[in-house]
């Protein structure tokens, strides 16, 4: 079975400042894709930024980066100049290729900014 | 223009109730889900439709229920309500033709007492 794992509870960082949050998976399959969501106290699930796992180019949108390295399964989320309303949990998932599949989640991490 | 609404969205009961959730989405997807948050914020998946066809069902017990009357509606019923049934309730749905992405709904807040 897949498994997903997000080793920091807690991550704070300064306001302006880079902030990095892990993850690590584990499947045998070749096909299949990666997400990172936020979940702020409101607590609505908010899609951050998506990766294939085909794709060697690793995702960007905006602010947020992903560094991919499929070899080692791993999937961390690079979060520049950090703001305010960037505090929330962070979730990352695994979606397996294929039709109709189900996301298997981390833990979560969350994230404080410190002003 | 809301795309993937629940209601309620807070939910308290005594154990024992019968209650229900109700889910629609207006993307025009084609698979919806459900997945459940505990209080450790862990999110699981509980059950798949695709196209009205149930497709996934991650060992729930069966007094949760899933019913989908289109493929726009996803309801969850949940009988002999239980303490440890209090969690966040989240609907999120996809078209899974194209391997999109899920997008979900603000959740249902359900509170046992």
């Known amino acids: 079975a897949q498994t997903v794992t997000q080793s920091q509870p807690e991550m704070s960082v300064q306001e302006a400042e880079t902030v990095t949050l892990s993850c690590t998976y584990d499947t045998s399959e070749s096909d299949y894709y990666l997400f990172w969501y936020k979940q702020p106290p409101s607590r609505q699930m908010i899609l951050v930024i998506r990766?294939?796992?085909?794709?060697?180019q690793n995702a960007t949108e905006n602010r947020f980066s992903v560094n991919f390295q499929k070899a080692a399964k791993s999937f961390s989320l690079k979060i520049s100049d950090s703001q305010l309303g960037d505090a929330a949990m962070y979730f990352c998932a695994y979606r397996r290729g294929g039709g109709a599949q189900k996301l298997v989640f981390g833990q979560g991490t969350r994230l404080t900014i410190n002003p | 223009d809301t795309a993937v609404s629940q209601t309620p969205k807070y939910l308290v009961t005594q154990m024992g109730n019968d209650k229900s959730i109700k889910c629609e989405q207006n993307?025009?997807?084609?698979?919806m889900y459900w997945y459940k948050q505990d209080s450790k914020k862990f999110l699981k998946i509980m059950f798949s439709y695709n196209n009205k066809e149930l497709i996934i069902n991650e060992t729930v017990p069966n007094r949760f229920s899933p019913k989908s009357p289109d493929k726009a509606h996803l309801n969850l019923h949940i009988n002999s309500l239980e303490l440890g049934d209090s969690a966040v309730y989240f609907c999120a749905s996809s078209q899974e033709a194209s391997r999109e992405t899920q997008y979900f709904g603000p959740g249902t807040r359900l509170l046992v007492l």
């Open positions: 993307l025009g997807h084609d698979t």
């Open positions: 990766q294939e796992a085909y794709k060697q």
